[in-house]
């Protein structure tokens, strides 16, 4: 039993090494929120990613620790990853007469996929991130995919 244990952890380590195609990227979030982004890689397999959003009513700064594979669907280049992390922000609530705003903090989890062009400094990910507000904004938020163009270094 002990063999076998050791046997699907070195395959399952094996499967997820070399998960990353770059170091850093840097580009643009669209989608439910729109915003910026930029990852970068902390190990081979796990990377830190942050995200600024801003609207006419709002900013948001996300903060995400996320794990990378590779090969997703056996297609070279193709990566999926996962991961969780926090937001902080401001919500404007223009009611009669005042400007109120809402402090939000909150929880992340996100899922996605990433392509890495071969010959092309360039790769683009489409995610699914919900978030949950703990403290103002609403609760649960559950429509937040979104398309992210990075340029990567």
């Not at 996320?66 to 223009?94: M, P, Q, R, T």
């Amino acid at each position: 039993m002990k063999k076998l244990l050791i046997l699907s952890l070195c395959f399952l380590a094996s499967s997820q090494i070399n998960a990353q195609d770059y170091e850093k990227a840097i580009g643009v979030r669209l989608g439910f929120d729109n915003g910026v982004t930029y990852k970068q890689f902390i190990t081979s397999i796990s990377a830190i990613e942050g995200l600024a959003y801003f609207g006419n009513n709002y900013f948001s700064l996300t903060a995400l620790y996320e794990i990378n594979n590779d090969n997703a669907f056996e297609v070279e280049g193709l990566n999926w990853y996962y991961g969780a992390g926090g937001h902080i922000g401001f919500i404007s609530k223009k009611k009669e007469g005042s400007n109120e705003e809402d402090f939000i903090l909150g929880a992340d989890g996100i899922i996605g996929i990433e392509y890495n062009f071969e010959n092309a400094p360039f790769n683009v990910s489409l995610d699914w991130k919900p978030q949950i507000n703990l403290i103002g904004g609403g609760g649960f938020i559950g429509n937040t995919g979104a398309l992210s163009v990075r340029y990567t270094f």
